[in-house]
């Protein structure tokens, strides 16, 4: 079994298209019969309000002086890449995520220039 990159983000709301951001990046890296082999986590200023405290848990003053996305990108991307080191391919990897289509959307339109 390959190695597996397991992510999940915390966002301001459900459309990524309509201004939701992402205010928390969380991740492991899971080498099957060895564990977590790598953590990364850490919260992400949306430069906007924070939406619903409810669900996330989190508040302004938690996030006021968080990295903004752009600025943690690439250290996600890296890590996420960090699986294909282990399978020695990127095709042959795999990335999870526990809400994928959110978080692919979320992902897709960070990156996307305006």
Not at 4 to 24: I, S
Not at 74 to 90: D, E, I, K
Request: charged fraction near 15%; include cysteine; hydrophobic fraction near 45%.
């Amino acid at each position: 079994m390959k190695p597996l990159a397991v992510v999940d983000v915390e966002t301001t709301g459900l459309n990524p298209y309509r201004h939701d951001r992402v205010v928390e990046v969380a991740a492991v890296l899971v080498v099957p019969g060895q564990g977590i082999s790598a953590e990364l986590a850490t919260l992400v200023n949306p430069e906007r309000d924070i939406g619903p405290t409810s669900v996330h848990g989190l508040t302004a003053s938690d996030i006021i002086n968080a990295p903004r996305f752009a600025q943690i990108a690439g250290h996600l991307l890296s890590f996420c890449a960090a699986q294909s080191r282990w399978s020695g391919t990127m095709s042959g990897s795999m990335c999870l995520s526990l809400n994928r289509s959110m978080a692919e959307s979320v992902l897709k339109c960070l990156a996307t220039p305006r």
